[in-house]
């Protein structure tokens, strides 16, 4: 991309590893360790400009400033810190177009939500960011832009990534996959603990499959009914319930990997006791993991709702009575809209509708 003020092209050094690094150093006449030094500042500790980075000479971040090198060019639109310690950031790259990335500190480790691309084209009829249509696929660059940027405003360590932002990542394999790589090889995440979800892409799982990389990998699948998981998914009327389990069966067996089935419960839509029995058929014999998630209510016509605990704890018992490994997805952040797509329609741009972006700083959260 280009500044406003200047022809002169903007080059991230995010997204590139250390290989490439040192040829950039080469080529503005440094020596090679000048490019290991970068990537240590980029990908160990999260720079977030080369003004940061003392040990380089002044003179080498000179020339990189002079050569249009900056060390990423996402722009902070929003940050909100909510009440339970979940922070959450609007990024653009200057073009407007914002995403989503969330950071989730626990007690036992901090994890993070990132996006794959801008908006959805799969228009699930449940997903505020499905409701707010598609514009592009995010690239490598600004995928790792967003671990960085959220390990900015860290103070402990990100040692968990899961692919559950805005977009639906197997329609980016070609930034998502070198993303994961980098993520993996330059900044030192273990890929088992890198999940990416899906709704249910069967040649993309196969290609996954293929790579055998072992990730860990999340089907969207709300519901065992074709029936009912078409009103709720349209991809279902391309790959039916039926075949994509399959596809996760033949995932498993390609690559020895436990996979989760996404679950999200609407009241009296697809919490039946029927459904649950279904379910639990329907995996039999696959190590994987149920993760029940009750809706969050997002504004569309179909007036659905979110189930009663009972309801819940019924669905559940149905499904551990048949020795279904399932958890609940613990909440959090609904005080600062961190629910996928929510804060992204708050404002104005592709996919805002409310106040006008401005940038921000990165500042750790008080």
Same mark, same amino acid.
């Given at each position: ?5 200047? %022809? ?25 360790? +000048?490019?290991?030094?970068? !990537?240590?500042?980029? &990908?160990?500790? !999260?720079?977030?400009?080369?003004? $940061?980075?003392?040990? /380089? ?15 990423? %060019? *996402? ?13 959450? /950031? ?17 007690? %036992? ?5 990132? #996006?794959? $691309? ?28 967003? @671990?960085?940027?959220? $390990? ?30 980098? *993520? ?13 979800? =899906? ?8 290609? *996954? ?41 033949? &995932?498993?067996?390609? =690559? ?6 996404? @679950? ?14 279904? *379910? ?5 014999? /696959? ?9 969050? &209510?997002? %504004? ?18 149905? /499904? ?18 961190? !629910? ?5 329609? $708050?404002?104005?741009? +592709?996919?805002?509708?409310? +106040? ?8 750790? #959260? #008080?």
């Amino acid at each position: 991309m280009r500044t406003a003020d200047s %022809d002169k092209e903007v080059r991230p050094l995010v997204g590139l590893r250390t290989a490439e690094l040192r040829q950039i150093a080469i080529g503005l006449g440094e020596r090679a360790f +000048r490019g290991d030094q970068l !990537a240590k500042w980029i &990908y160990s500790k !999260a720079s977030t400009s080369l003004e $940061q980075m003392h040990d /380089l000479p002044i003179a080498f971040r000179d020339r990189l400033t002079s050569e249009g090198f900056v060390v990423s %060019d *996402l722009i902070v639109a929003d940050h909100r810190h909510s009440s339970d310690d979940v922070d959450k /950031l609007l990024l653009h790259n200057g073009d407007g177009q914002v995403f989503e990335s969330v950071l989730l500190p626990y007690a %036992d480790r901090v994890s993070c939500c990132l #996006s794959s $691309q801008i908006g959805c084209p799969m228009a699930c009829t449940f997903c505020a960011t499905g409701l707010g249509g598609f514009d592009r696929n995010l690239s490598t660059c600004e995928i790792v832009g967003q @671990y960085l940027a959220l $390990q900015s405003i860290s103070k402990r360590r990100i040692g968990h990534v899961v692919f559950m932002g805005m977009g639906e990542p197997l329609l980016n394999l070609k930034s998502l996959l070198p993303a994961i790589e980098i *993520l993996h090889e330059e900044i030192g995440l273990s890929l088992r603990h890198i999940t990416v979800s =899906t709704v249910g892409l069967v040649p993309q799982i196969r290609e *996954l499959a293929r790579l055998k990389m072992p990730i860990h990998l999340a089907l969207s699948l709300h519901s065992p009914l074709d029936e009912i998981r078409g009103r709720l998914m349209p991809v279902n009327h391309k790959w039916p319930v039926a075949e994509v389990v399959q596809t996760m069966r033949d &995932y498993h067996r390609a =690559t020895g990997r436990k996979v989760t089935f996404e @679950y999200l419960l609407i009241d009296q839509m697809n919490d039946t006791p029927e459904q649950a029995r279904l *379910l639990a058929e329907l995996v039999k014999g /696959l190590p994987c993991v149920v993760n029940l998630i009750p809706f969050n &209510y997002v %504004d569309t016509e179909n007036g659905w709702k979110r189930p009663s605990r009972d309801r819940v704890r019924a669905f559940r018992a149905i /499904l551990e009575s048949r020795k279904v490994n399932v958890t609940e997805r613990v909440e959090r952040g609904h005080d600062i809209a961190a !629910a996928c797509g929510q804060l992204a329609g $708050q404002h104005t741009g +592709r996919f805002g509708r409310g +106040r006008p972006l401005s940038p921000l700083p990165l500042a750790p #959260s #008080s």
